[in-house]
């Protein structure tokens, strides 16, 4: 029951995809449909329209098998060695400093947003209990 719980769930995700493909589409806008799908997902969830509940099993199973996206382009790179070269180079300093950055914005983002919901349940103590 679990498994067709995930995969409602994920088809819950790519129909927000689908629309941000969409919207693409008709408007000609220059942002990419998956964040146009992941603003209007946000949009749902922050209005309450979607319950993070029905969304939750399916978006942590697609998390954690994340890795796995990215070995296409490692095999790229096994492919094409002549993207080592000083460009393939610059490549990777960009892929490193904006992942860098994203990691530290999302732990920022994730610490601001666990001590509000702490605060919510804790009556404002929660950091008090984070340092004891």
């Excluded at 996206?69 to 096994?78: D, K, Q, R, S």
């Excluded at 492919?79 to 999302?106: C, D, H, K, N, Q």
């Excluded at 920022?108 to 509000?116: G, L």
Aim: glycine share 8%; hydrophobic share 55%; charged share 15%.
């Amino acid at each position: 029951m679990k498994i067709i719980r995930i995969i409602a769930q994920i088809f819950i995700l790519w129909i927000f995809y689908f629309i941000g493909q969409v919207i693409v589409s008709w408007t000609g806008i220059f942002i990419p449909s998956s964040i146009i799908g992941l603003l209007l997902l946000w949009i749902c969830l922050m209005t309450g329209i979607i319950k993070v509940e029905y969304i939750k099993d399916g978006a942590s199973f697609m998390i954690l098998y994340l890795t796995l996206f990215y070995i296409p382009a490692t095999v790229g790179l096994i492919e094409y060695p002549e993207l080592l070269r000083l460009e393939g180079i610059l490549l990777m300093v960009a892929i490193f400093v904006s992942s860098a950055v994203t990691l530290v914005i999302t732990g920022k983002a994730s610490q601001f947003i666990e001590n509000k919901e702490g605060e919510k349940i804790n009556g404002g103590d929660y950091a008090n209990l984070n340092n004891h």
